[in-house]
């Protein structure tokens, strides 16, 4: 590939992760502060991106989400993770600097189900950049969220101001495929602020609670926001698919309990790239209306989805 086509794929919005750099840069080598225009570039984007998912979703107020999320930012517990990750995204972009992975050249090495039994719905989630739920966080480009709804689309009973109002809180979470858990994080308290789409913004950790199981070499899991305490594997145990291995939670920064769940090609989260995830057999309806059966297919947001066997 020459090298005029390598450089037009290369997304250079990126180009804002070199602004972590520039932050630490005010504190160490002056010529460094100029970076810190780059993190700027990056929170501009980040709050365009964040008033266009308003005016989608047509929730009225995201105001509690922007305040929370700035705040986190003072947190050191979510401030230096966040850096990492941040400088991650150059490492993440060097290994990919002849491609990315997508649904067209990505060809998964295992065969995955839903970390969950029954219906569940896909809050976030695409296998396009369209519906992304972070196209920009090359680690969490394919990833997704699942929530349960009922047939008016709410994910709670009540008010949604307690944990347990939400269908999901507490229901199991499976493993999505065999494999051998390599990292097991359980000591974050769930959060328990829901109803206002406010974040944990005191967390000891963004990702909450969270399991990362290898499945073949360079395909990993990434399961997260476990509820405190419910994690039942321990590292280096084998585990095989649609094995129980924690319950849903609302840990880290989570604005309702959900499921998250991505796929990536190394086991350290800050510098793996998210890869594409084909479903073995999955039973997919929109809008409550026509179902089909997918095999070896990626799913999309707004998607009721469930296992077939
Ligand atoms: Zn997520």
Redesign the pocket.
Known sequence: MNTWKKLKQIDWTQLQHLGIIGFLGLFWIPILKWFFLFYLIGFIQLFKGMKEAEKESNIKNLNNYYLTFFLSQLNPFVFFPATLQGLGQIVILLKNISGFPDRDNYQNKTDFILPFQGQWFVA??SSTKKNS??WDILT?RY???FIIVDPNKKSFEQEGKSLSDYYCYEKEVLAPADGRVVTVSDRVKDYTGVGDLSLDWKTRDFRGNFVIIQHADKEFSFI??FKSGSIRVQKGQQVRQGEVIGLCGNSGH?TEP?I???IQDNANLWIATGLPIRFKKVLVTLDGEESMVRMHDFIEKNEKVENLA
């Open positions: 976030n989630g739920h972070s969490q990833a997704y969220d997260a926001h989570s959900h998250h769940f991505h």
